[in-house]
Structure formats: C-alpha cells, structure tokens
C-alpha cells in the first residue's frame, strides 16, 4: 500500500505580495459560515496585479474563456474545467464577458478535514492548477458544489455534511487529475519520487544538490537521478532547478525587491551566478524578464 504525506505547504512570508484573507469575500458572498465561502463568478472579472490568499480556493468553470496567472504561468480558462489554489500561491486573471464559474473559498484548519482525499501530493496540484474535466464529471462536481450551496444558506446548516461533500470534490477532482496528467501515475506508483517532489518544495532554496535529497530518500544520487529519467523524461537537478525557477519568476514578477536581494532570497551567494542560472533556464536575464512582465502590466 503507498502512503501518502497530506502536509499543507509552508511559504516564508513575503510583504511585498498582498496576502488577501478569507474575511475580504465575506460582504459579497452567495452563501457561507465562518469555515467556507461560496460564490459565483459571472461575465468579465479583472485581477492586473498579482496576490496572494490565506486559505484554499477551489473554482469550477462551467462555461468559460480567459487567462488565470498562476506562479508566473498563463492557464487558459476553458469550459468544464477545475482551478485549484492553495494558500501561498499567487494568481491573477482576466475572465471574458459570458463566463459563469463557482467558487469554494475554504479556511486552512477545514480544509484540513478533508485534504486526504486529494489522493496526490500538494506539490502536483501546485504544479498542474488547472484540471480538464469530461462531461460526466463536471456534473458530478456541478451537483456537489450546489448541494454546499444550499446546505449553507440552511440557517441549521450541519457542518459535518459540508465537510462530506467537500471530501466527494477532492475525490472527483483527483480522479479527474490521475487521466489527465500522466505524472500523477508516476508517482503515485512512485512514492520516492513523490517524496523528492515534497522535498524539493521544502528545500529548494537552501539545497539545489541532488546528494542532499538523496540521502533524505536513503538512496544513492545516480539511482535518483535513475528514477527521473526514466519516469519524468528530466534529470534530478532540473527537477530542482525547475522549481527554483518557479520561484525566481514569482519574486520578479510580484516584488520589490532587487535582483541581488532576490538572488539571496533564493540561496545564490553570487548575484551574477543566478543571473546566469534564469538566463540558462529561460533564455533572458532576470532584468529582460521584470522589464517584459512591466510592460504586460
């Protein structure tokens, strides 16, 4: 039997990203109680500057279209389609005239009621925010998120059935993940590799060295290096260094902070050295690319 570790990211706090909190949605809401929020999204919604949140965001789209920014990557918002957000992660969006979409804004401490039934590590959720759903399960996730709706515009709404239905969309959502994204086999049937993938969230900016994460999995570094290839198609290193990448971008992106502060933030000793890194990684300097993203702005 694989186990797997439902353990809620953790993000050293960064006061140049706004961290908007679950009691900022509360005067507009639809229907909610203290612990969940529900609420619809109709026609065209604009977010230019990136936040963050504090709590969990699940949003299902029925019809729509747009862009949702999520860490630096552009998703495009289709119909039929599941958006996850967990706290710490930035996003923005432009949502286009004629969308309708239903959003679940969740408190950490309840959505820990139910995280288990995300059957995969955060970090692949992370990675891949945005979920194709067939016909079948759209309907399905439709008639869930409608029944919390009701339940909590029940003045003896039972907190325990909300908590229920919520664990019935985090296991239609999984399943959903499990055909779309062919990683989520991989390491489902791989639970180092899926430990690596935890670690390397916990560790990237102090470790960037495939030998620290190894001796943490108790194997050697050439077998992990082994184990990525095969599954992954990368390298360990890349790996790594596609999550630093990750973060460098968001720094950029939604900071003040110079590049030298950034290079610090990320555990480069040498400002010129992780300019060299996300040029290698992206094809532009660390500069080109805040200057672009200005530009867009």
């Given at each position: ?70 860490d630096s990557i552009d998703y495009q ?21 004629g969308t309708t979409g239903y959003q ?150 939604s900071t003040s902070l110079s590049i ?38």
């Amino acid at each position: 039997m694989i186990h797997y570790i439902y353990l809620m990211p953790t993000y050293k706090e960064d006061h140049t990203i706004p961290i908007i909190g679950i009691h900022g949605f509360r005067k507009g809401q639809i229907a909610g109680r203290e612990e969940i929020i529900f609420n619809e999204l109709h026609g065209k919604r604009l977010i230019e500057k990136p936040h963050k949140h504090d709590f969990f965001i699940i949003i299902l789209f029925d019809q729509a279209q747009g862009t949702h920014n999520i860490d630096s990557i552009d998703y495009q918002i289709g119909n039929h389609q599941i958006h996850v957000l967990f706290p710490g992660q930035m996003h923005k969006w432009d949502i286009e005239t004629g969308t309708t979409g239903y959003q679940l804004m969740i408190e950490r401490s309840f959505f820990e009621q139910f995280a288990p039934y995300f059957r995969f590590s955060f970090t692949n959720y992370q990675n891949h925010p945005v979920i194709q759903l067939t016909d079948e399960a759209f309907q399905l996730l439709l008639y869930e998120f409608d029944a919390i709706k009701h339940e909590l515009k029940n003045d003896r709404s039972l907190v325990h059935l909300i908590s229920a239905r919520a664990a019935v969309i985090a296991a239609i959502v999984s399943r959903e993940a499990e055909g779309t994204f062919t990683e989520f086999k991989v390491y489902q049937s791989n639970p180092r590799l899926a430990k690596f993938n935890t670690l390397i969230d916990e560790f990237f900016k102090e470790q960037k060295l495939v030998t620290f994460y190894a001796e943490q999995l108790h194997i050697s570094p050439n077998y992990l290096n082994i184990l990525c290839k095969k599954n992954l198609k990368v390298s360990a290193t890349q790996l790594i260094q596609q999550r630093v990448c990750i973060e460098a971008k968001r720094m950029l992106q939604s900071t003040s902070l110079s590049i030298k502060e950034i290079a610090f933030e990320l555990g480069f000793v040498d400002h010129a050295y992780f300019s060299n890194f996300f040029k290698t990684q992206t094809g532009i300097t660390p500069s080109a690319f805040r200057e672009i993203d200005k530009s867009h702005k």
